[in-house]
């Protein structure tokens, strides 16, 4: 079994001589959950004892459960007075215990051999697709309020493509070796970071907290793992399936807690190696200014990798009359899936006066159309805003659009209720207003800004999207007419990391859209590729000398 595993690395190898390929790695199929499936029966099983029990979640440091006088708790967001988890919340002196540990940890882990790490991974992968599937769906369902669909293609596939692909990417950055003139061997030697690094990830997908803390580990660096609380519960799981896997202690330490409590004294570290982050702009911002001001303190010059907000669009071409059905899905897919809370989610659109009257109508019905409740309930396309935060911005926003004058008028949705849940219906905003805030700023809630162009100012109406918002991450095109898809492309090129023509700017996958994006949205380093992977990992050349010089003058020095 070990054989299959290993891969084509010229390195010494404990096990077997040989150089041996990992292998080729496969998007992980999305089950459907269907009723009777034996799928939605074992997920189905997973949430009602989930839901039955109420778990105490460690900090984990060194493979250690340790625990402390603060805790905080995770609650269901669409049932916020369920609670699912106590989480025990780190302290300075939990980040420095963990610091101390990990770097003890990084000489061993360091010189394992890549096939030996690379096997701790695939076999992760192959237990999440099986025994832990129904319990990372599960746990984040609940304790993220993601429908099955969404923690499906979120906690299982898309974890799962992490951990195989990763290994992949990782085998061909190992692979690529220079050329050697006569007498001599030159080599480029893959070491990790200096220190730590520092792995902080958001809410809203289960896979990114894999991505964070996975890759650079796969490059043989240490970890401190920041989780969000509100998604606690799922990580956990995560981190109990790398244990499973035969990850060793001290490797990943997980600290839960509030951000500048656990980051100031990771960030002061002078072994801090890098930052993996997703999360807010401001947030990256104000680490990035941190670091700045540490800088002298450093042992090395720290990797920052970050994607952060988005404003994501869809631009609509007039040649798109005959395709309203598509745009329509695309714009409530894009715009409404996990209630608006991807950083890839639509949220502004531009449409030509010449589709909207035919376009409105068509919205107005798909949105009065989506259910929206319990996530254990398969009938609902939706489930509730994070938490009461959340809750309270985006019902900011909604305001703001009812009072909104001539500027702004609510299509559909603008109902919000938090009796039970944080439930805010899908909102769809028209404005008349191309700098209006709905259309600039992040909301991460399923409210959507559109506005609608005269069709003779196409070239203005791009501009203004590309102008309008300071992110550029994700972004999405529709039309049939091959000149406009050019000239929207050309146009749009800096305003996304991640463009679409003819489908929504939503669902990246790994291994066939590398994601990530530039300006206010992050460091562009493409989660899922080669790219975020070789962020890891500090070359050393080596050239060994086979016939060395034993005189000094050279020979253009003779009479």
């Not at 997973?46 to 493979?63: C, K, T």
Request: glycine letters at 6%; hydrophobic letters at 40%.
């Amino acid at each position: 079994m070990l054989r299959a595993l290993l891969p084509l690395t010229p390195q010494v190898l404990r096990v077997i001589n040989a150089y041996v390929r990992v292998p080729p790695p496969q998007n992980e199929p999305i089950l459907a959950h269907a009723p009777g499936s034996p799928e939605r029966a074992s997920l189905q099983a997973a949430l009602e004892r989930m839901a039955s029990e109420r778990i105490d979640i460690p900090i984990l440091i060194g493979g250690k459960h340790v625990r402390s006088h603060k805790t905080d708790t995770v609650r269901m967001p669409h049932r916020h007075s369920h609670v699912l988890a106590t989480v025990n919340e780190a302290d300075a002196s939990h980040v420095q215990q963990a610091i101390q540990v990990a770097l003890e940890a990084k000489d061993e882990w360091a010189r394992m051999p890549f096939a030996e790490r690379a096997a701790i991974f695939l076999r992760a992968a192959e237990l999440l697709a099986t025994k832990y599937r129904p319990l990372l769906n599960a746990s984040t369902m609940l304790g993220q309020s993601k429908t099955a669909h969404q923690a499906e293609i979120d906690a299982a596939c898309e974890a799962i493509d992490f951990l195989r692909y990763n290994v992949h990417f990782a085998q061909q950055i190992l692979s690529e070796q220079p050329v050697s003139s006569a007498q001599t061997w030159n080599m480029l030697d893959y070491r990790p970071l200096d220190g730590f690094v520092f792995a902080v990830a958001p809410f809203n997908f289960t896979s990114i907290a894999m991505n964070l803390s996975v890759a650079p580990a796969l490059m043989g660096n240490v970890v401190l793992f920041k989780p969000s609380t509100t998604a606690a519960l799922s990580n956990w799981y995560m981190m109990e399936l790398l244990r499973e896997a035969g990850l060793p202690d001290g490797v990943i330490n997980m600290l839960p807690g509030d951000g500048p409590t656990v980051g100031n004294p990771a960030l002061a570290s002078p072994h801090l190696g890098g930052i993996h982050f997703t999360g807010s702009t401001p947030t990256f911002q104000g680490m990035w200014r941190t670091v700045g001001e540490n800088i002298a303190r450093y042992k090395q010059y720290p990797r920052l990798v970050g994607e952060t907000g988005g404003k994501d669009f869809i631009f609509a071409h007039a040649s798109a009359a005959d395709d309203l059905d598509a745009l329509a899905t695309a714009i409530v897919r894009g715009g409404y899936e996990y209630q608006g809370q991807k950083c890839s989610a639509a949220s502004r659109v531009y449409v030509p006066e010449s589709l909207w009257p035919r376009l409105k109508p068509r919205l107005q019905e798909m949105i009065a159309e989506l259910r929206m409740g319990d996530i254990t309930d398969f009938r609902n396309f939706m489930g509730a805003v994070i938490d009461e935060k959340s809750f309270k911005r985006t019902s900011s926003y909604i305001e703001m659009a009812k009072h909104g004058g001539s500027e702004a008028a609510i299509l559909a949705g603008g109902e919000t209720d938090r009796s039970e849940g944080w439930f805010v219906r899908p909102t769809l905003v028209q404005v008349t207003n191309p700098r209006h805030r709905i259309l600039q700023e992040e909301i991460f809630a399923p409210v959507v800004g559109l506005y609608v162009y005269p069709d003779a100012q196409f070239e203005e109406a791009l501009r203004e999207c590309d102008e309008c918002a300071t992110y550029a991450l994700t972004g999405a095109v529709f039309a049939r007419d091959r000149k406009a898809i050019s000239r929207m492309m050309h146009a749009l090129r800096h305003t996304a990391g991640n463009f679409y023509i003819n489908d929504k700017p939503t669902g990246a996958v790994v291994g066939q859209q590398p994601f990530g994006g530039s300006r206010a949205s992050g460091t562009n380093d493409k989660a899922g590729s080669l790219l975020n992977l070789v962020r890891w990992t500090s070359p050393r050349t080596i050239k060994e000398n086979f016939v060395p010089p034993t005189r000094v003058p050279y020979p253009y020095m003779g009479e």
